[in-house]
């Protein structure tokens, strides 16, 4: 479909700025360092992204996520949100709550939804109605090894609280379900998509899996 158009405000270029910044420091773009604090737009923020990419594993690049929201956060944070939010359902559905109006810059409009967590139904799921993120990028392992992963993984084991996140490839929305532990790589269908032929400039046709997930 038609690519969808973004107005961001101050709000939104602080947030870009900041990411796009720390992504740079391992991406080894010094050059870049002088732009002012909003001189960034969402595409510096994803062009930092796949440079990180760049020479390096899946593994390599989930634990630079990684790296990077723990720089972005105060030290002990993850241990004061282990005590503030231990993974109750109601620590999943605040955290889905503050998802859809905190991290619209970073994937687009998304909405609360009710999902089922061991069989309990509750409003702890948060729905991304079309991923800004991989609308963008356009590319299944940047999806995958850039946003998916690191992100299940942080809230896992850093704060405490499990996360599943299955995107679509096919409409590019994705579900957020708090409370809800991560499959194994194994058992992730998302570690079976071949590459997006149709949006992404190094896309592999030939493959049955994108090879950067591989």
Known sequence: GQKTEYKDGLFEKAFMS???RKMEKFAGESATKAK????YDYESFVHASRRVMVGRSPLQQQQIVREVLLSILPPGAP????????????AA????????????????PSQVVEVEVNGVKQKSGVLIKKCRYLETSGCVGMCVNMCKIPTQDFFTNEFGLPLTMT???????????YGQVPPSIEEDPTFKQPCLANSCSVANPDSSVCPKLQ
Do not use: H, I
């Open 18 to 20: 900041l990411f796009a």
């Open 36 to 39: 002012g604090l909003l001189d």
């Open 79 to 90: 241990a004061q949100f282990r005590k503030l939010f231990p993974p109750t359902r109601w």
């Open 93 to 108: 559905e605040f955290n889905a709550a503050l998802t859809v109006p905190f991290f619209q810059w970073l994937v687009g």
């Open 167 to 177: 995107p679509n490839f096919e409409d590019m929305s994705c579900e957020m379900k």
